[in-house]
């Protein structure tokens, strides 16, 4: 183990068979042993893990991003026009989510302590397939942001919520990897949105004459009923913690637990208070990915929300906007897939957050200076490129360096509440006096991906400084004169921990 580990836990374990073993970890007589395990056995129990915990919630992520973008798929089939979304009206629509979206974010994550990821985060998926399937039927502009912001209060909790869950499975240098494939799953659903919505908008209509269901309606209809049977499935599918997985044999489960309680040297189950709350909130590291994550939502988020209407406006097709939206989305998904694998191998984070963002800049210049529509789509491939890897990037960044259960559930609360502000930024970047070139929007989006390039390289500096203040003893003074207990509650301050740069 590296020096972010600590002192290796004593585990009661007894031998439940009377024959003897000449395999490490098995424990004989009354005396407590030391828990060892082998690198090859570790692999095995990750190998488990990664199969049945990762696509459960990648799905249920992509469910998430998808019941949320799937308004701009809809604006271009006819919502516009139907609902009266004159002026600014779309604009305010979008924002209202994302005021209700924030507001739920931390709070979601205390609440998921005492529930239990099990049952929380199923319920929310439900939720939000609810008010995904009843959007279909709103009426008007002021139905609509109703049924935004009742979204908003159903899915501020899933991102965060499945960020703190993953790190309750997973080693610091194993998260990004894991959060880059569910985060990912944003990037899947514009891809799966625009194919989605092309079919969906084409059924017949259908329903009662007071309440027709045709165009629009179907994506918002369907979307959400699949949704909906997804998350009554769920439940009988997730794992609550690693001691209690059933796919892991009772020595596996106690690896699987033991692993994550010596690299993070706290209480694995420990509530929430409100010094853990300052603990995330004052963390420069956690500052640093929490306004790293805004200006990336500025980008992900308008991106993701406007895509479809940008092509739109190049004088194409609403079928042929919704179709040529899918291919940037799936570069985006195995660029950000890539990224984060390597980051894991690496153990690096800050490199790749502070480069990739390049990509944005050489995308949105293009697309706020040419006229050319071929080269402006070759535009959004570098953008979509470059924006998507920082989202996982900066989540599993301050997920990594911010130690104990209680301090990581606040933080991915904290991270994901902040970035979710550059969210409320971004529904304003793209509006219908701006259009077709939209040069307000590109430029926003452009200044806002050169401040993220700038706050990642402050992050590897600060990271790298501490590391080396904590390995001159600089930071010893920290536990002078405290009891083995005192020192585990001080987390990512304890002078033996160390940051991921």
């Not at 696509?55 to 998430?64: D, E, I, N």
């Not at 009206?89 to 529930?115: G, H």
């Not at 007071?210 to 959400?224: D, K, L, S």
């Not at 690496?346 to 050489?362: D, E, H, N, Q, S």
Request: charged share 20%.
């Amino acid at each position: 183990m590296d020096k972010s580990d600590f002192a290796a836990a004593r585990v009661e374990v007894r031998d439940p068979s009377p024959t003897s073993s000449d395999e490490k970890g098995v424990f004989r007589g009354d005396e407590p042993e030391l828990l060892t395990w082998t690198e090859e056995e570790e692999r095995r129990i990750r190998r488990k893990l990664d199969w049945r915990i990762v696509p459960l919630v990648t799905l249920l992520y992509l469910l998430c991003f998808l019941d949320r973008a799937n308004v701009g798929n809809a604006r271009i089939q006819g919502m516009a026009k139907d609902l009266n979304l004159v002026g600014y009206r779309f604009n305010w629509a979008l924002t209202v989510f994302y005021f209700t979206y924030t507001a739920v974010e931390i709070p979601s994550n205390a609440v998921l302590k005492y529930v239990g990821p099990k049952l929380w985060i199923p319920f929310l998926v439900l939720a939000f397939g609810i008010v995904s399937m009843c959007t279909a039927f709103v009426q008007s502009f002021n139905g609509l942001c109703v049924a935004r912001a009742a979204l908003g209060l159903a899915e501020g909790g899933v991102m965060p919520g499945i960020a703190f869950f993953l790190s309750s499975f997973y080693r610091r240098g194993e998260l990004l990897f894991r959060v880059g494939i569910f985060v990912s799953a944003a990037s899947m659903a514009g891809a799966f949105g625009g194919l989605f919505a092309t079919g969906l908008a084409r059924i017949p209509r259908w329903g009662t004459d007071a309440t027709p269901i045709h165009t629009w309606r179907n994506i918002f209809f369907f979307e959400g009923l699949i949704t909906i049977a997804v998350a009554i499935a769920a439940p009988f599918l997730m794992q609550t913690k690693p001691e209690e997985c059933k796919f892991l044999s009772p020595r596996e489960q106690l690896i699987a637990a033991e692993r994550l309680a010596r690299e993070h040297r706290a209480k694995a189950h420990e509530v929430v208070k409100w010094k853990h709350v300052k603990m995330a909130v004052f963390n420069v590291n956690n500052i640093v990915c929490a306004f790293g994550f805004f200006f990336v939502n500025v980008t992900v988020q308008s991106f993701s929300l406007f895509l479809p209407s940008i092509l739109a406006d190049l004088g194409w097709t609403a079928t042929r906007a919704q179709l040529y939206s899918v291919p940037p989305y799936i570069v985006a998904c195995l660029v950000s897939i890539s990224i984060a694998f390597i980051s894991d191998r690496t153990k690096l984070r800050g490199i790749y957050l502070a480069t990739f963002p390049l990509l944005c800049v050489i995308g949105f210049t293009i697309l706020r200076v040419s006229n050319n529509e071929n080269l402006k789509y070759m535009a959004v491939f570098f953008s979509a490129a470059g924006a998507f890897p920082g989202g996982p990037g900066f989540l599993s960044w301050g997920l990594n360096n911010a130690a104990g259960p209680a301090v990581r559930a606040v933080s991915g609360g904290y991270i994901v509440a902040i970035g979710s502000f550059g969210a409320i930024l971004a529904t304003w970047t793209y509006v219908l006096s701006d259009a077709p070139r939209y040069p307000i929007g590109h430029t926003i989006n452009l200044v806002a991906q050169v401040i993220v390039a700038c706050l990642a390289t402050f992050g590897i500096f600060y990271v790298v400084r501490e590391n080396k203040a904590r390995a001159a003893g600089k930071r010893d003074h920290r536990i002078e004169g405290m009891s083995e207990e005192d020192q585990d509650e001080l987390g990512y301050r304890h002078p033996e921990f160390r940051y991921i740069p």
